[in-house]
């Protein structure tokens, strides 16, 4: 059965630097979602993505991110200059079109940011 | 703005026994409302959905009813079983706010044999 696949599964970086996670949507899909878990709190919702442009992005979706789709497959969210606070579980999403009420999330990645 | 509420967590049953797990959700006009679950090491996976009031979502011996009088989706099952185990987000998503799922806080269900 087709997969939303993450890497790494775990990434610890510095205060300050950058990190790009990494996403390989199911193949045939045309959504993508960044998500994220602070832990202890809710799954928030950053940004989507279709047609190769920003659909829809939260308030926490500021200039420190960014998304792209650089090949015909991978999906990936660059954080700049990360914070302690951007620690938290990243998942991405993906579903086939926008009425599809099915997404499909993968592993997700923890971020450590010391 | 559109949110969802959980019951606190986690919870912990013994093989066989019912489960409730409650969810309120806050949103104007008529989201599309669904529970997740995520098993350790796995991705957020679709449990069950409803779409309109009364609809009821099954799947998997899990049940939950869209109630719009009280705003409330709360996930049932009349007999859990160890291989339950895991994380259950509820979670809603109205058309205006385009396709994001809106996630209350997650609960932790532990069953033991």
């Known amino acids: 059965e087709p997969e939303v696949t993450q890497t790494p599964s775990h990434q610890v970086t510095q205060m300050g630097q950058e990190v790009i996670l990494r996403c390989v949507p199911i193949?045939?899909?045309?959504?993508f979602y960044w998500y994220r878990q602070i832990l202890g709190q809710k799954v928030e919702f950053l940004v989507s993505?279709?047609?190769?442009?920003?659909?829809?992005k939260s308030e926490i979706f500021d200039d420190q991110f960014s998304v792209e789709r650089p090949d015909g497959s991978n999906f990936t969210l660059k954080i700049r200059s990360t914070k302690l606070e951007d620690s938290a579980m990243y998942f991405c999403?993906?579903?086939?079109?926008?009425?599809?009420?099915?997404?499909?999330f993968g592993p997700g990645t923890r971020l450590t940011v010391t | 703005g559109n949110s969802v509420t959980q019951m606190e967590g986690p919870v912990t049953l013994s093989e066989e026994a019912f489960l409730t797990i409650n969810c309120t959700y806050t949103?104007?006009?008529?989201?599309?409302l669904f529970w997740y679950v995520q098993y350790p090491g796995e991705g957020l996976q679709l449990l069950l959905k409803?779409?309109?009031?009364?609809d009821k979502g099954s799947n998997k011996g899990f049940e939950a009813t869209y109630r719009k009088e009280t705003t409330s989706f709360h996930l049932e099952k009349g007999s859990v079983q160890v291989s339950d185990s895991a994380v259950y987000f509820c979670?809603?998503?109205?058309?205006?706010?385009?396709?994001?799922?809106?996630f209350g806080e997650g609960t932790q269900l532990t069953v033991n044999p």
């Open positions: 999403a993906s579903n086939r079109d926008r009425s599809s009420y099915e997404q499909y």
């Open positions: 193949s045939n899909h045309l959504y």
């Open positions: 993505f279709y047609n190769n442009e920003i659909s829809e």
């Open positions: 949103a104007t006009g008529y989201p599309s």
């Open positions: 409803a779409t309109k009031a009364d």
């Open positions: 979670a809603l998503r109205k058309e205006t706010s385009g396709s994001r799922l809106t």
